[in-house]
Protein backbone atom coordinates (compact mmCIF):
# COMPACT_ATOMS: atom_id res chain seq x y z
CA UNK A 1 0.00 0.00 0.00
CA UNK A 2 2.89 2.47 -1.16
CA UNK A 3 2.19 5.56 -2.26
CA UNK A 4 4.43 8.11 -4.11
CA UNK A 5 3.53 11.96 -4.07
CA UNK A 6 3.69 13.40 -7.44
CA UNK A 7 2.36 17.10 -6.48
CA UNK A 8 1.30 19.10 -3.90
CA UNK A 9 0.23 22.67 -4.16
CA UNK A 10 -0.91 25.36 -1.32
CA UNK A 11 -4.31 26.81 -1.39
CA UNK A 12 -6.49 28.65 0.62
CA UNK A 13 -3.82 27.38 3.21
CA UNK A 14 -4.66 24.00 2.78
CA UNK A 15 -2.89 21.64 0.59
CA UNK A 16 -3.76 19.52 -2.87
CA UNK A 17 -1.86 16.90 -3.59
CA UNK A 18 -1.62 13.99 -5.87
CA UNK A 19 -0.64 10.66 -5.49
CA UNK A 20 1.07 7.78 -7.46
CA UNK A 21 0.00 3.85 -6.29
CA UNK A 22 -0.63 0.26 -7.58
CA UNK A 23 -3.75 -0.95 -7.78
CA UNK A 24 -4.24 -4.43 -6.62
CA UNK A 25 -8.12 -4.08 -8.11
CA UNK A 26 -7.12 -2.76 -11.56
CA UNK A 27 -4.01 -4.49 -12.02
CA UNK A 28 -2.19 -0.99 -13.10
CA UNK A 29 -0.65 2.16 -11.72
CA UNK A 30 -3.30 4.82 -10.48
CA UNK A 31 -3.03 8.31 -9.39
CA UNK A 32 -5.22 9.92 -7.50
CA UNK A 33 -5.69 13.61 -5.49
CA UNK A 34 -6.44 14.58 -2.44
CA UNK A 35 -7.60 17.79 -0.67
CA UNK A 36 -6.67 18.36 2.98
CA UNK A 37 -8.39 21.06 4.65
CA UNK A 38 -6.25 22.97 7.07
CA UNK A 39 -8.14 21.40 10.00
CA UNK A 40 -6.73 17.47 9.29
CA UNK A 41 -4.30 16.61 11.62
CA UNK A 42 -2.67 13.18 12.66
CA UNK A 43 -5.21 14.42 16.06
CA UNK A 44 -7.89 15.97 14.33
CA UNK A 45 -9.49 13.15 11.58
CA UNK A 46 -11.06 15.04 9.50
CA UNK A 47 -14.35 13.32 7.14
CA UNK A 48 -13.67 12.56 3.51
CA UNK A 49 -16.17 13.27 0.48
CA UNK A 50 -15.10 11.03 -2.44
CA UNK A 51 -15.33 13.04 -6.07
CA UNK A 52 -16.33 10.80 -8.97
CA UNK A 53 -15.54 12.50 -12.52
CA UNK A 54 -17.16 12.42 -16.03
CA UNK A 55 -15.92 11.21 -19.46
CA UNK A 56 -12.57 11.53 -20.34
CA UNK A 57 -11.72 13.33 -17.11
CA UNK A 58 -8.80 12.67 -14.33
CA UNK A 59 -8.33 13.60 -10.82
CA UNK A 60 -7.51 16.92 -12.33
CA UNK A 61 -10.25 18.31 -13.94
CA UNK A 62 -12.87 18.66 -10.19
CA UNK A 63 -10.01 20.07 -8.06
CA UNK A 64 -8.39 22.44 -11.15
CA UNK A 65 -11.95 23.67 -11.80
CA UNK A 66 -14.38 23.16 -9.40
CA UNK A 67 -13.36 26.17 -7.04
CA UNK A 68 -14.22 23.81 -3.66
CA UNK A 69 -11.68 24.44 -1.77
CA UNK A 70 -12.44 27.17 0.27
CA UNK A 71 -15.59 26.12 1.79
CA UNK A 72 -14.06 22.60 1.89
CA UNK A 73 -11.27 24.22 3.92
CA UNK A 74 -13.93 26.31 6.26
CA UNK A 75 -16.20 22.97 6.88
CA UNK A 76 -12.99 21.02 7.60
CA UNK A 77 -13.38 18.39 4.47
CA UNK A 78 -10.89 16.14 2.59
CA UNK A 79 -11.78 15.46 -1.02
CA UNK A 80 -10.64 12.54 -3.23
CA UNK A 81 -10.48 12.42 -6.23
CA UNK A 82 -9.95 8.95 -7.72
CA UNK A 83 -9.04 8.49 -12.04
CA UNK A 84 -12.11 7.62 -14.31
CA UNK A 85 -10.41 4.44 -15.40
CA UNK A 86 -7.66 2.21 -15.14
CA UNK A 87 -5.05 3.66 -17.02
CA UNK A 88 -1.54 2.70 -18.96
CA UNK A 89 -0.37 0.90 -21.99
CA UNK A 90 -1.06 -2.24 -20.94
CA UNK A 91 -5.11 -1.61 -20.20
CA UNK A 92 -7.52 -2.48 -22.90
CA UNK A 93 -8.94 0.79 -24.64
CA UNK A 94 -11.52 2.28 -27.32
CA UNK A 95 -11.51 4.86 -30.29
CA UNK A 96 -14.60 5.97 -28.18
CA UNK A 97 -14.93 8.97 -25.73
CA UNK A 98 -17.79 7.08 -23.93
CA UNK A 99 -15.51 3.70 -23.72
CA UNK A 100 -12.07 2.45 -22.04
CA UNK A 101 -9.83 4.36 -20.52
CA UNK A 102 -11.31 7.73 -19.35
CA UNK A 103 -14.78 5.93 -19.37
CA UNK A 104 -14.76 3.10 -16.85
CA UNK A 105 -18.23 3.28 -15.18
CA UNK A 106 -17.20 2.55 -11.88
CA UNK A 107 -18.33 -0.83 -12.58
CA UNK A 108 -16.70 -4.19 -12.38
CA UNK A 109 -16.61 -5.44 -15.59
CA UNK A 110 -16.81 -9.16 -16.39
CA UNK A 111 -16.21 -9.31 -20.22
CA UNK A 112 -13.40 -9.88 -22.32
CA UNK A 113 -10.86 -7.59 -22.53
CA UNK A 114 -12.40 -5.01 -19.97
CA UNK A 115 -12.24 -7.33 -16.46
CA UNK A 116 -8.28 -7.55 -16.47
CA UNK A 117 -8.67 -3.65 -15.57
CA UNK A 118 -11.71 -2.62 -15.23
CA UNK A 119 -12.44 -2.76 -11.78
CA UNK A 120 -13.22 0.40 -10.84
CA UNK A 121 -16.39 -0.21 -8.29
CA UNK A 122 -13.94 -2.29 -6.25
CA UNK A 123 -11.66 0.48 -6.59
CA UNK A 124 -13.83 3.03 -5.51
CA UNK A 125 -15.77 1.05 -2.82
CA UNK A 126 -13.04 -0.57 -0.85
CA UNK A 127 -9.10 -0.17 -2.10
CA UNK A 128 -9.77 3.57 -2.41
CA UNK A 129 -10.58 4.24 1.17
CA UNK A 130 -8.46 1.50 3.16
CA UNK A 131 -5.36 3.25 1.34
CA UNK A 132 -6.95 6.90 2.09
CA UNK A 133 -7.41 6.71 5.98
CA UNK A 134 -4.14 4.13 5.67
CA UNK A 135 -1.86 7.19 4.74
CA UNK A 136 -3.92 10.56 5.58
CA UNK A 137 -5.07 11.83 8.89
CA UNK A 138 -8.95 11.26 7.94
CA UNK A 139 -11.46 9.14 9.30
CA UNK A 140 -13.30 6.40 8.04
CA UNK A 141 -16.57 8.98 7.97
CA UNK A 142 -16.97 9.35 4.47
CA UNK A 143 -20.06 10.77 1.65
CA UNK A 144 -19.99 10.64 -2.12
CA UNK A 145 -20.41 13.21 -4.51
CA UNK A 146 -19.48 13.05 -8.57
CA UNK A 147 -20.63 14.37 -12.09
CA UNK A 148 -22.28 13.27 -15.32
CA UNK A 149 -20.91 9.06 -15.68
CA UNK A 150 -19.54 10.09 -11.85
CA UNK A 151 -22.75 11.37 -10.68
CA UNK A 152 -23.92 7.75 -11.91
CA UNK A 153 -20.89 6.51 -10.01
CA UNK A 154 -21.60 8.09 -6.81
CA UNK A 155 -25.79 7.21 -6.74
CA UNK A 156 -24.74 3.67 -7.45
CA UNK A 157 -22.34 3.16 -5.30
CA UNK A 158 -24.26 4.99 -2.16
CA UNK A 159 -27.16 3.30 -3.11
CA UNK A 160 -25.59 -0.29 -2.90
CA UNK A 161 -23.39 0.52 0.27
CA UNK A 162 -25.65 2.32 2.46
CA UNK A 163 -23.78 1.35 5.68
CA UNK A 164 -20.72 3.13 3.82
CA UNK A 165 -21.40 6.67 3.25
CA UNK A 166 -23.30 9.24 5.09
CA UNK A 167 -25.16 11.25 1.84
CA UNK A 168 -24.52 11.43 -1.79
CA UNK A 169 -24.62 14.32 -4.59
CA UNK A 170 -24.51 14.23 -7.88
CA UNK A 171 -24.42 17.04 -10.73
CA UNK A 172 -26.09 16.03 -14.13
CA UNK A 173 -25.68 12.66 -13.29
CA UNK A 174 -26.41 9.65 -16.03
CA UNK A 175 -29.48 8.36 -14.25
CA UNK A 176 -30.19 5.70 -16.12
CA UNK A 177 -27.53 3.74 -18.02
CA UNK A 178 -30.09 1.33 -18.74
CA UNK A 179 -31.93 3.37 -21.23
CA UNK A 180 -29.74 5.39 -22.72
CA UNK A 181 -26.98 5.39 -25.74
CA UNK A 182 -23.50 6.30 -23.00
CA UNK A 183 -25.17 3.43 -20.51
CA UNK A 184 -25.95 0.67 -23.23
CA UNK A 185 -23.04 1.23 -25.22
CA UNK A 186 -20.68 0.87 -22.01
CA UNK A 187 -22.99 -1.87 -20.14
CA UNK A 188 -23.24 -3.75 -23.41
CA UNK A 189 -18.78 -3.80 -23.56
CA UNK A 190 -18.22 -4.17 -20.07
CA UNK A 191 -21.19 -6.57 -18.60
CA UNK A 192 -22.24 -8.26 -21.34
CA UNK A 193 -25.85 -9.15 -22.03
CA UNK A 194 -27.11 -10.04 -18.94
CA UNK A 195 -29.60 -6.96 -17.83
CA UNK A 196 -29.73 -8.12 -14.18
CA UNK A 197 -25.96 -7.16 -14.07
CA UNK A 198 -26.79 -3.69 -15.56
CA UNK A 199 -29.49 -3.11 -12.74
CA UNK A 200 -26.53 -3.21 -10.21
CA UNK A 201 -25.14 -0.70 -11.90
CA UNK A 202 -28.35 1.89 -12.45
CA UNK A 203 -29.45 4.40 -10.08
CA UNK A 204 -33.01 4.51 -10.99
CA UNK A 205 -33.36 0.55 -11.34
CA UNK A 206 -32.38 0.31 -7.81
CA UNK A 207 -34.14 3.14 -6.54
CA UNK A 208 -37.29 1.15 -7.72
CA UNK A 209 -35.86 -1.87 -6.01
CA UNK A 210 -35.18 -1.62 -2.62
CA UNK A 211 -35.16 1.40 -0.04
CA UNK A 212 -32.45 4.00 0.09
CA UNK A 213 -31.68 5.59 3.42
CA UNK A 214 -29.56 8.17 3.04
CA UNK A 215 -29.73 11.73 1.70
CA UNK A 216 -29.52 12.32 -1.93
CA UNK A 217 -28.94 15.72 -3.63
CA UNK A 218 -29.01 16.32 -7.29
CA UNK A 219 -28.39 19.17 -9.91
CA UNK A 220 -29.33 19.44 -13.16
CA UNK A 221 -28.98 22.26 -15.78
CA UNK A 222 -31.95 22.65 -18.02
CA UNK A 223 -29.42 23.45 -20.74
CA UNK A 224 -27.57 20.55 -20.54
CA UNK A 225 -27.07 19.45 -23.86
CA UNK A 226 -27.22 15.95 -22.90
CA UNK A 227 -30.35 16.06 -20.92
CA UNK A 228 -33.01 14.44 -22.65
CA UNK A 229 -30.87 11.71 -24.41
CA UNK A 230 -28.67 10.73 -22.07
CA UNK A 231 -29.37 11.95 -18.04
CA UNK A 232 -33.18 11.44 -17.48
CA UNK A 233 -33.67 12.61 -14.06
CA UNK A 234 -37.26 12.00 -14.58
CA UNK A 235 -36.67 8.32 -13.85
CA UNK A 236 -34.45 9.16 -10.55
CA UNK A 237 -37.38 10.71 -9.74
CA UNK A 238 -40.37 8.13 -10.53
CA UNK A 239 -37.95 5.63 -8.90
CA UNK A 240 -37.21 7.48 -5.78
CA UNK A 241 -41.02 7.69 -5.01
CA UNK A 242 -41.50 3.97 -4.73
CA UNK A 243 -39.85 3.56 -1.74
CA UNK A 244 -40.04 6.93 -0.82
CA UNK A 245 -36.04 7.55 -0.78
CA UNK A 246 -35.14 11.18 0.45
CA UNK A 247 -34.34 12.68 -3.02
CA UNK A 248 -33.74 16.32 -3.69
CA UNK A 249 -33.50 16.73 -7.39
CA UNK A 250 -33.04 20.19 -8.25
CA UNK A 251 -33.45 21.61 -12.27
CA UNK A 252 -31.43 24.93 -12.33
CA UNK A 253 -32.50 27.13 -15.21
CA UNK A 254 -29.92 28.02 -17.77
CA UNK A 255 -27.20 25.65 -16.36
CA UNK A 256 -25.12 23.79 -18.83
CA UNK A 257 -22.77 20.60 -18.43
CA UNK A 258 -19.89 22.28 -17.88
CA UNK A 259 -17.48 22.68 -14.59
CA UNK A 260 -18.75 26.82 -14.41
CA UNK A 261 -22.02 24.71 -13.53
CA UNK A 262 -20.57 22.96 -10.86
CA UNK A 263 -18.53 25.34 -9.28
CA UNK A 264 -21.94 27.41 -9.13
CA UNK A 265 -23.51 25.07 -6.95
CA UNK A 266 -20.33 23.31 -5.24
CA UNK A 267 -20.14 25.34 -2.24
CA UNK A 268 -24.19 24.02 -1.31
CA UNK A 269 -23.46 20.32 -1.99
CA UNK A 270 -20.25 20.36 0.47
CA UNK A 271 -22.48 21.86 3.19
CA UNK A 272 -25.19 19.29 2.24
CA UNK A 273 -23.12 16.44 2.90
CA UNK A 274 -21.15 18.96 6.05
CA UNK A 275 -25.04 18.19 7.70
CA UNK A 276 -24.74 14.59 7.60
CA UNK A 277 -20.38 14.34 7.99
CA UNK A 278 -20.41 16.12 11.33
CA UNK A 279 -23.88 14.65 12.69
CA UNK B 1 -15.08 45.01 -35.40
CA UNK B 2 -17.74 41.82 -35.91
CA UNK B 3 -18.02 40.09 -33.15
CA UNK B 4 -18.84 35.50 -33.00
CA UNK B 5 -20.24 34.01 -30.10
CA UNK B 6 -18.18 30.12 -29.70
CA UNK B 7 -19.73 29.07 -26.42
CA UNK B 8 -21.55 30.63 -22.83
CA UNK B 9 -22.39 29.21 -19.86
CA UNK B 10 -23.97 30.26 -17.24
CA UNK B 11 -22.57 30.65 -13.90
CA UNK B 12 -23.49 32.10 -10.67
CA UNK B 13 -26.39 33.29 -12.52
CA UNK B 14 -24.26 35.49 -14.49
CA UNK B 15 -22.55 34.31 -17.88
CA UNK B 16 -19.32 33.47 -19.27
CA UNK B 17 -18.65 33.56 -22.66
CA UNK B 18 -15.97 32.81 -25.64
CA UNK B 19 -15.67 35.15 -29.15
CA UNK B 20 -13.82 35.16 -32.15
CA UNK B 21 -13.23 37.88 -34.16
CA UNK B 22 -10.35 38.99 -37.16
CA UNK B 23 -8.11 41.48 -34.66
CA UNK B 24 -6.43 44.53 -37.21
CA UNK B 25 -3.45 44.55 -34.66
CA UNK B 26 -2.43 41.28 -35.00
CA UNK B 27 -3.88 40.54 -38.21
CA UNK B 28 -5.13 37.23 -37.58
CA UNK B 29 -8.50 35.43 -36.03
CA UNK B 30 -8.07 35.89 -32.07
CA UNK B 31 -10.38 34.34 -29.48
CA UNK B 32 -11.53 36.07 -26.10
CA UNK B 33 -13.31 35.52 -23.23
CA UNK B 34 -15.55 37.38 -21.21
CA UNK B 35 -17.06 37.13 -17.68
CA UNK B 36 -20.10 39.41 -17.60
CA UNK B 37 -21.93 40.32 -13.99
CA UNK B 38 -25.56 40.34 -13.08
CA UNK B 39 -25.40 43.68 -12.73
CA UNK B 40 -24.42 44.14 -16.27
CA UNK B 41 -27.16 45.65 -18.51
CA UNK B 42 -27.60 47.90 -21.58
CA UNK B 43 -28.67 50.83 -18.64
CA UNK B 44 -26.00 49.68 -16.08
CA UNK B 45 -22.62 49.79 -17.48
CA UNK B 46 -20.20 47.64 -15.39
CA UNK B 47 -16.31 48.47 -15.41
CA UNK B 48 -13.78 45.68 -16.42
CA UNK B 49 -10.93 43.95 -15.31
CA UNK B 50 -8.37 42.75 -18.03
CA UNK B 51 -7.01 39.90 -17.18
CA UNK B 52 -3.19 38.66 -18.98
CA UNK B 53 -2.57 34.86 -18.85
CA UNK B 54 0.47 33.04 -18.60
CA UNK B 55 3.26 31.10 -21.01
CA UNK B 56 1.25 28.45 -22.84
CA UNK B 57 -2.16 29.92 -21.52
CA UNK B 58 -5.32 30.56 -23.39
CA UNK B 59 -8.22 32.81 -22.73
CA UNK B 60 -9.50 29.32 -21.05
CA UNK B 61 -7.01 29.05 -17.94
CA UNK B 62 -7.56 32.18 -15.92
CA UNK B 63 -11.67 31.74 -16.49
CA UNK B 64 -11.75 27.37 -15.38
CA UNK B 65 -9.25 27.65 -12.81
CA UNK B 66 -8.75 31.33 -10.99
CA UNK B 67 -12.78 30.35 -9.45
CA UNK B 68 -13.14 34.44 -9.54
CA UNK B 69 -16.53 34.40 -10.70
CA UNK B 70 -18.73 34.48 -7.14
CA UNK B 71 -16.86 37.99 -5.80
CA UNK B 72 -16.81 39.19 -9.47
CA UNK B 73 -20.33 38.80 -9.67
CA UNK B 74 -21.02 39.96 -5.96
CA UNK B 75 -18.45 43.51 -6.91
CA UNK B 76 -20.46 43.50 -10.30
CA UNK B 77 -17.00 43.47 -12.61
CA UNK B 78 -16.66 42.11 -15.85
CA UNK B 79 -13.42 40.33 -16.74
CA UNK B 80 -12.21 40.06 -20.50
CA UNK B 81 -9.01 37.59 -20.51
CA UNK B 82 -7.84 37.86 -24.21
CA UNK B 83 -5.46 34.95 -25.51
CA UNK B 84 -1.60 34.59 -24.65
CA UNK B 85 -0.30 35.76 -28.48
CA UNK B 86 -1.94 35.20 -32.01
CA UNK B 87 -2.19 31.91 -33.54
CA UNK B 88 -3.01 30.22 -36.45
CA UNK B 89 -1.03 28.77 -39.26
CA UNK B 90 0.25 31.68 -41.25
CA UNK B 91 1.14 32.89 -38.12
CA UNK B 92 5.31 32.66 -37.05
CA UNK B 93 6.17 29.86 -34.09
CA UNK B 94 8.87 28.27 -32.20
CA UNK B 95 9.33 25.14 -30.89
CA UNK B 96 10.29 26.58 -27.45
CA UNK B 97 7.04 26.90 -24.71
CA UNK B 98 8.34 30.74 -23.99
CA UNK B 99 8.49 31.71 -27.44
CA UNK B 100 6.04 32.01 -30.44
CA UNK B 101 2.55 31.47 -30.08
CA UNK B 102 1.32 31.01 -26.61
CA UNK B 103 4.31 33.59 -25.60
CA UNK B 104 3.25 36.98 -27.42
CA UNK B 105 5.03 38.83 -23.91
CA UNK B 106 2.42 41.56 -24.48
CA UNK B 107 4.87 44.00 -26.79
CA UNK B 108 4.52 45.23 -30.35
CA UNK B 109 7.52 42.85 -32.22
CA UNK B 110 9.81 44.33 -34.51
CA UNK B 111 11.97 41.94 -35.96
CA UNK B 112 11.20 39.34 -38.60
CA UNK B 113 9.50 36.46 -38.90
CA UNK B 114 7.57 38.19 -35.40
CA UNK B 115 6.37 41.63 -36.08
CA UNK B 116 3.94 40.71 -39.05
CA UNK B 117 1.38 39.51 -36.51
CA UNK B 118 2.87 40.05 -32.97
CA UNK B 119 1.27 43.02 -31.80
CA UNK B 120 -0.07 41.83 -28.67
CA UNK B 121 0.61 45.63 -26.47
CA UNK B 122 -1.52 47.46 -29.37
CA UNK B 123 -4.44 44.71 -29.31
CA UNK B 124 -5.15 44.67 -25.31
CA UNK B 125 -3.99 48.41 -25.10
CA UNK B 126 -6.43 49.58 -27.75
CA UNK B 127 -8.17 47.02 -30.31
CA UNK B 128 -9.35 44.86 -27.68
CA UNK B 129 -11.06 47.78 -25.65
CA UNK B 130 -12.74 49.53 -27.89
CA UNK B 131 -14.16 45.88 -29.21
CA UNK B 132 -15.43 45.00 -25.80
CA UNK B 133 -16.54 48.85 -25.24
CA UNK B 134 -18.90 48.21 -28.40
CA UNK B 135 -20.43 44.94 -28.36
CA UNK B 136 -21.06 44.36 -24.27
CA UNK B 137 -22.90 46.68 -21.38
CA UNK B 138 -19.28 47.83 -20.15
CA UNK B 139 -17.84 51.38 -19.32
CA UNK B 140 -14.49 52.45 -20.03
CA UNK B 141 -13.42 51.89 -16.49
CA UNK B 142 -11.18 49.61 -16.16
CA UNK B 143 -7.98 47.83 -14.73
CA UNK B 144 -5.69 45.69 -15.25
CA UNK B 145 -4.48 41.92 -13.81
CA UNK B 146 -2.09 39.13 -14.84
CA UNK B 147 0.01 35.95 -14.19
CA UNK B 148 3.37 35.51 -14.61
CA UNK B 149 4.36 36.71 -17.89
CA UNK B 150 0.85 38.17 -18.06
CA UNK B 151 2.16 39.90 -14.98
CA UNK B 152 4.66 41.61 -16.90
CA UNK B 153 2.24 42.80 -19.45
CA UNK B 154 -0.49 44.20 -17.41
CA UNK B 155 2.16 45.77 -15.05
CA UNK B 156 4.06 47.07 -18.19
CA UNK B 157 0.85 48.22 -20.34
CA UNK B 158 -0.50 50.06 -16.66
CA UNK B 159 2.97 51.92 -16.49
CA UNK B 160 2.77 52.83 -20.01
CA UNK B 161 -0.89 53.76 -20.07
CA UNK B 162 -2.24 55.08 -16.60
CA UNK B 163 -4.60 57.46 -17.71
CA UNK B 164 -6.77 54.33 -19.06
CA UNK B 165 -6.67 52.04 -15.88
CA UNK B 166 -7.59 52.84 -12.71
CA UNK B 167 -5.49 49.88 -10.63
CA UNK B 168 -2.91 46.98 -11.68
CA UNK B 169 -2.34 43.97 -10.24
CA UNK B 170 -0.17 40.47 -10.34
CA UNK B 171 0.83 37.25 -9.55
CA UNK B 172 4.35 36.18 -10.08
CA UNK B 173 5.13 38.80 -12.71
CA UNK B 174 7.87 38.24 -14.36
CA UNK B 175 8.86 41.74 -12.89
CA UNK B 176 12.20 42.14 -14.31
CA UNK B 177 12.23 40.53 -17.82
CA UNK B 178 15.39 42.25 -19.34
CA UNK B 179 17.45 40.18 -16.67
CA UNK B 180 16.12 36.80 -16.69
CA UNK B 181 16.22 33.70 -18.67
CA UNK B 182 12.77 34.34 -20.40
CA UNK B 183 12.83 37.83 -21.14
CA UNK B 184 15.85 37.99 -22.85
CA UNK B 185 15.01 35.19 -25.15
CA UNK B 186 11.79 37.21 -26.23
CA UNK B 187 12.99 40.45 -26.15
CA UNK B 188 16.65 39.62 -28.71
CA UNK B 189 13.61 37.93 -30.84
CA UNK B 190 10.71 39.84 -30.95
CA UNK B 191 12.36 43.16 -30.16
CA UNK B 192 16.30 42.74 -31.48
CA UNK B 193 19.56 43.94 -29.55
CA UNK B 194 17.99 47.66 -29.08
CA UNK B 195 17.51 47.58 -24.88
CA UNK B 196 16.24 51.07 -25.14
CA UNK B 197 13.28 49.53 -26.52
CA UNK B 198 13.41 46.79 -24.17
CA UNK B 199 12.63 48.87 -21.42
CA UNK B 200 9.48 50.35 -22.23
CA UNK B 201 8.52 46.14 -21.64
CA UNK B 202 10.36 46.05 -18.12
CA UNK B 203 8.24 46.81 -15.27
CA UNK B 204 11.61 47.34 -13.28
CA UNK B 205 12.94 49.52 -15.31
CA UNK B 206 10.16 51.93 -16.06
CA UNK B 207 9.28 52.07 -12.12
CA UNK B 208 12.89 53.33 -11.59
CA UNK B 209 12.54 55.78 -14.85
CA UNK B 210 8.91 57.66 -14.12
CA UNK B 211 6.41 57.86 -11.45
CA UNK B 212 3.59 55.83 -11.61
CA UNK B 213 0.68 57.03 -9.70
CA UNK B 214 -1.40 54.23 -9.88
CA UNK B 215 -1.88 51.91 -6.99
CA UNK B 216 -0.02 48.40 -7.37
CA UNK B 217 -1.08 44.96 -5.86
CA UNK B 218 1.52 41.97 -5.88
CA UNK B 219 1.48 38.73 -4.91
CA UNK B 220 4.32 36.44 -4.72
CA UNK B 221 4.58 32.71 -3.70
CA UNK B 222 7.88 31.88 -1.57
CA UNK B 223 7.32 28.09 -3.09
CA UNK B 224 7.57 28.89 -6.87
CA UNK B 225 9.78 27.03 -8.63
CA UNK B 226 11.07 30.36 -10.95
CA UNK B 227 11.18 32.97 -8.27
CA UNK B 228 15.00 33.76 -8.05
CA UNK B 229 15.77 32.84 -12.00
CA UNK B 230 12.76 34.40 -13.72
CA UNK B 231 10.44 36.64 -11.38
CA UNK B 232 12.72 39.10 -9.76
CA UNK B 233 10.22 40.90 -7.30
CA UNK B 234 13.08 41.97 -5.45
CA UNK B 235 14.05 44.28 -8.34
CA UNK B 236 9.90 45.86 -8.59
CA UNK B 237 10.30 46.72 -5.12
CA UNK B 238 13.76 48.51 -5.08
CA UNK B 239 12.33 50.43 -8.26
CA UNK B 240 9.39 51.16 -6.84
CA UNK B 241 10.74 53.06 -4.04
CA UNK B 242 13.08 55.73 -6.57
CA UNK B 243 9.81 57.47 -7.15
CA UNK B 244 7.46 56.38 -4.67
CA UNK B 245 5.32 54.47 -6.59
CA UNK B 246 2.63 52.55 -4.66
CA UNK B 247 3.53 49.00 -4.67
CA UNK B 248 1.98 46.24 -2.12
CA UNK B 249 4.16 43.51 -2.77
CA UNK B 250 2.89 40.14 -0.48
CA UNK B 251 5.31 37.55 -0.27
CA UNK B 252 2.87 34.44 0.35
CA UNK B 253 4.45 31.71 2.25
CA UNK B 254 4.77 28.20 0.89
CA UNK B 255 2.61 28.81 -2.25
CA UNK B 256 3.47 28.13 -5.49
CA UNK B 257 3.19 29.70 -9.16
CA UNK B 258 -0.04 27.70 -9.95
CA UNK B 259 -3.54 28.10 -10.21
CA UNK B 260 -4.05 26.89 -6.62
CA UNK B 261 -2.31 30.00 -5.75
CA UNK B 262 -4.35 32.45 -8.29
CA UNK B 263 -7.50 31.17 -6.67
CA UNK B 264 -6.45 32.00 -3.05
CA UNK B 265 -6.02 35.26 -3.37
CA UNK B 266 -7.76 36.77 -6.59
CA UNK B 267 -10.98 37.10 -4.70
CA UNK B 268 -8.90 40.13 -2.84
CA UNK B 269 -7.40 41.16 -6.10
CA UNK B 270 -10.98 41.71 -7.24
CA UNK B 271 -11.69 43.83 -4.06
CA UNK B 272 -8.73 46.12 -4.75
CA UNK B 273 -9.15 46.47 -8.21
CA UNK B 274 -13.45 47.20 -7.34
CA UNK B 275 -12.03 50.36 -4.47
CA UNK B 276 -10.76 51.80 -7.59
CA UNK B 277 -13.12 50.71 -10.11
CA UNK B 278 -15.49 52.32 -8.05
CA UNK B 279 -14.24 54.95 -7.04
Same mark, same amino acid.
Request: glycine content about 6%; overall charge negative.
Given at each position: ?????????????????????????????????????????????????????G?????????????????????????????????????????????????????????? !???????????????? !??????????????????HSM?GH?????????????????AFSPIANP?NCPWG???????????????????AA?????????????V?QGD?DSFLEEQLKPKAL????????????L??? !????H??????????????????????
Open positions: MSITCESEAKVFGAWHKQFRHQSQSLNCSMRFAIFLPQKATSSDKVPVLYWLSLTCSDENFMQKAGAFAVANELGIAIVAPDTSPRGEGVADDDGYDLGQGAGFYLNATQA !PWQAHYQMYDYVVNEL !PQLIEANFPVSSVKSIAGGGALTIAINNQNQYRSVSSVKAFSHYLGDDKALWAKYDELLASAPMALPMLDAVEAAQVHGAKLQRMQ !PGYDSYYFISTFIGEHLRFHHRYLSA
